[in-house]
Structures are given as structure tokens and as C-alpha cells.
């Protein structure tokens, strides 16, 4: 399967997704996207098109996580305290497409360990 096929499902996989899971003030979206060198997280509401809260393996303290399921449970970790922070307590968890295993799950392990309903 060529490069192009494999962006365009995975593209048609985010769609039907967000069909699906909207986030609101009370409970906004929680979104978390991987790429070759970083992970990028953020919680989104979505009746204003606001980010509540966002936080990426680029920043200063978090800069030696990569993105694999250690650097996963770091940034988890480091995210549910920013919630927390917040006073975000319950949100909506979108994977972008993506299977639910490996990094994906190893992050929201991390947040539902750390006290964050979903």
C-alpha cells in the first residue's frame, strides 16, 4: 500500500472519529498526537475552538522523552498534573486515528492512573 492510500484512511479514520466525540467546557476533548521525534498533547473545547491545555515533548523539562511508551507514561504523567492544575477532572479521549495499543494506551494508563476520568 503506497504512502498516499495509508494518509488518506488514516484521515478517513480521524473523521469518523470526530463525528463522534465533541468536547465541551465540562468535559472537553483530549487529543494526543505522535509524530517520529515528539509527542503533542492538548484538551480542546470545541464549542468555542479553544485549547484548555496543551503540552509537548519540546518543552524545557520534558525535552528527553521520545515518543515511545516510557516517553508515553512521562508525558501522560506530566499532563494529568497540568489538568489537574486546571481543574479539568474528566474528558473525552480522542486517538486521532490511531489503534488504541502500544503508545497510545501506555498515555491513557498514565492518566487514568493519576486520577483522570474518561
Given amino acids: ?10 484521515q478517513k479514520r480521524r473523521w ?14 483530549l487529543t494526543v498526537c505522535f509524530t517520529n521525534k515528539n509527542i503533542h498533547a492538548q484538551c480542546i473545547n470545541d ?8 503540552i509537548s515533548s519540546n518543552e524545557k523539562e520534558l ?5 515511545n511508551i516510557s516517553g508515553s507514561e512521562k508525558i501522560g504523567s506530566a ?5 489537574s492544575n486546571a ?3 474528566t474528558v473525552v479521549f480522542d486517538r486521532a ?22
Fill in 87 to 89: 481543574g479539568i477532572k
Fill in 47 to 54: 464549542d468555542f475552538s479553544t485549547t484548555l491545555v496543551a
Fill in 97 to 118: 486515528g490511531r489503534k488504541y495499543h502500544g503508545c497510545v494506551k501506555a498515555f491513557a494508563d498514565a492518566l487514568r492512573s493519576s486520577g483522570l476520568e474518561f
Fill in 1 to 10: 500500500m503506497n504512502l498516499a492510500k495509508k494518509r488518506e484512511l488514516l
Fill in 63 to 67: 525535552n528527553d522523552c521520545l515518543p
Fill in 79 to 83: 499532563f494529568a498534573l497540568k489538568l
Fill in 16 to 29: 469518523r472519529i470526530r463525528k463522534k466525540i465533541v468536547g465541551t467546557q465540562d468535559r472537553p476533548r
